[in-house]
């Protein structure tokens, strides 16, 4: 009777979902939220790279994350900070080197294969869940298809100088209108970041985010997705912190934002038979994770309400599908 008469509804959790994980082989020096969080959680997950995207692995799963990555083949633009930094150079030799293997004369050009590729995953039944540089630099590099955005020390040629002009907004998942930045001293990669290197000027202390509140009944998905204890969650920082609301396309469904500000932080949307969420920053418990941070140890954070929208993602795929309300 409670159910009825509340913002309610039963949804069944039949099977667990077959998860992957995109990261390289490679340690790299930052931790992902997503894979602690599977961890703590005790949830088996397989981990997937460029090598296994192309040959096809991912009709073997329900459920793709993607967190601190650079579809765009300009190694995280970490070039101005880190160019000299031997975890740098390794990236950057061992990526090559792959793509090579794979017949691609530049990295761009597999990792917007592997672009592509996700993007058939999703618009064949499977969802996409993805975190901090991992969301913007996806949709740019789908977007950038059909030019070079690419800086010299990244692939040995200079960027088109029409390449703004050549972006394809129509193949983006969740973003129009932006800006790319080819500056490879600047550690963005366009104006969709709402970031202190966009103008973004919102203490720590001040940095807060709502969440909206759905339907159970008419809107189940983005219920799920936003069941929290609480309505309003400390914003944490990332490579792509959030996301400028007028850079968000207006099919997609925004979940949780600063109230009364430009910037979405958690967003949602339909692409084919599947679906994706984006979720801006990097760490929901280390507001700044810089490169060679520890990770961090959720144990001590048993009730996060920014982890739980992780969870929420990972338990989503399991829920039994319900039959769309007219």
Known sequence: AQIESSNMERILLEKAPKVAIYTPPESQPWDDAVTMALKYAEIEYDTVYDREVLRGDLKDYDWLHLHHEDFTGQYGKFYGSYATAPWYIEQQRTTEALAAELGFKKVSRMRLAVSLTIRDFIEAGGFLF??????????????????????????????????????????????????????????????????????????????????????????????MLTQNHTAVIHGFMGQTTAFRKD???????????????????????????????????????????RVGDPETQLTLHRNSPGYRLILNNILFPAAKKQKQKT
């Not at 949709?139 to 088109?160: H, K, Q, R």
């Open 130 to 223: 993805a975190m901090c540089s991992a969301t913007d630099s996806y949709d740019i590099a789908l977007a950038a298809m059909n030019t070079d955005i690419c800086a010299s020390v990244f692939d040995g040629d200079p960027p088109a100088a029409d390449a703004q002009a050549r972006l394809d907004y129509s193949q983006c998942l969740a973003f129009k209108d932006f800006i790319v930045d080819t500056n490879p001293m600047i550690y963005e990669y366009s104006d969709i970041d709402a970031s202190p290197q966009n103008g973004r000027s919102i203490p720590e202390e001040q940095d807060w985010f709502s969440l909206f509140e759905f339907s159970a009944k008419w809107d189940p998905v983005p219920t």
């Open 247 to 289: 850079r968000v396309k207006d099919n997609v469904i925004v979940m949780g934002e600063i109230e009364g500000g430009n910037e979405v932080r958690y967003l949602h949307g339909v692409a084919g038979k599947g679906s994706f969420t984006f979720y801006g920053g990097h760490d929901p418990e280390d507001y700044r994770h």
